[in-house]
């Protein structure tokens, strides 16, 4: 495949562009069907007119229909889409990256997508639909999955369905609510991946953020103590990576600690821990759920980050040494690069 790239690459240099473009332009309109042309231009950057060419090539070949409510992809464009996807990391330099990002994060699996997900919300949807396959080639029979919460783990969820190896599977929050969005709760997300996926789940009714003194008394709960402890015995953890100060604003931090956080130079958090660039823990909150000591050995730890913004912070979680598996994007993984010596 690499040779036959490299040979259309020497012959019509344009050609892996056109087609990445097109490719693409069909995975938006996959992800986001129906889709108005104005929102899809806006969506991919560029012009209604340009857009409109390109649309029309689509058309032609049959891979797209449009409606009054938008554009939808077709049986063979979906089909299209499928052939694809095992070439899309050789045709658009994806493998090479997560090639050169495995050797520099000391990652065993690292997985990068098209796009940037900062930009386009259908790079979110993919992560998790690639999350949600790696989740499913993962798992056993029996096991405890423990999930964090935010938009990036809700994607995986939506992405899940029902298979055998699910039915005896327990899904449990990673950590309390951050009186957040209740779509992107950790308890909301173990329920959306039971019923997706046919498994069971366990919630965990406390506040993510405690202080010392109520934290003994929630340990003291005979019901918290019992969800707890199956988290404990998680074999496999799947989360989010947030940036630092984003994830201090759920949690409702004031000026002053944002200001302190900041001067710390926190770039990362995950699990209620803050990380600098250099992966130094500089803040830990007092937290029910999972600590840096049960992550690390659990047996499979998958991360699922993607965003040229979320670079840092995928970088200051890398040097904990605890993943199995990174899923991101072309946006992070070049930016993270970039940075990287």
């Known amino acids: 495949m690499r040779e036959i790239i490299e040979l259309h690459t020497k012959l019509v240099p344009d050609l892996v562009e056109v087609l990445r473009k097109r490719y693409l332009l069909l995975k938006s309109i996959s992800h986001m069907q129906p889709i108005g042309r104005r929102a899809l231009a806006e969506e991919m950057q560029t012009t209604e007119r340009i857009l409109r060419a390109e649309l029309d090539v689509l058309r032609e070949a049959g891979v797209i229909f449009a409606t009054a409510v938008g554009m939808s992809c077709t049986e063979e464009g979906n089909r299209l889409l499928e052939q694809l996807e095992p070439m899309a990391g050789e045709l658009f330099g994806l493998t090479d990256l997560a090639e050169r990002l495995k050797q520099k994060l000391k990652i065993p699996e690292v997985i990068v997508i098209n796009g940037d997900s900062d930009l386009s919300e259908w790079v979110k949807q993919e992560l998790g639909r690639i999350g949600a396959r790696v989740l499913r080639q993962q798992v056993k029979e029996g096991d405890v999955v423990a999930v964090t919460g935010g938009t990036t783990i809700a994607n995986v969820a939506s992405h899940l369905q029902p298979s055998p190896q699910f039915r005896s599977v327990q899904f449990v929050p990673a950590r309390g609510g951050l009186g957040e969005n209740a779509e992107i709760q950790a308890n909301t997300l173990v329920s959306v991946m039971a019923a997706k996926s046919g498994g069971q789940y366990r919630m965990l009714h406390a506040p993510d953020r405690v202080s ?34 984003t994830m201090a604003k759920r949690r409702k931090y004031d000026e002053g600690g944002l200001g302190e956080l900041a001067q710390a130079g926190a770039v990362g958090e995950a699990f209620g821990y803050y990380f600098n660039e250099a992966g130094e823990i500089v803040e830990r909150v007092s937290t029910l759920g999972l600590q840096l000591e049960d992550v690390r050995s659990a047996e499979m730890v998958i991360s699922v980050a993607g965003g040229a913004s979320k670079a840092k912070a995928i970088l200051s979680f890398a040097q904990q040494s605890c993943q199995n598996v990174l899923i991101t994007d072309e946006g992070a993984a070049r930016a993270i690069l970039s940075t990287v010596q």
């Open 212 to 245: 010392p003194e109520a934290l003994q008394t929630l340990l003291a709960d005979q019901q918290v103590a019992e969800v707890l402890e199956l988290l404990r015995s998680a074999r496999v953890i799947i989360h989010g990576i947030g940036d630092a100060l």
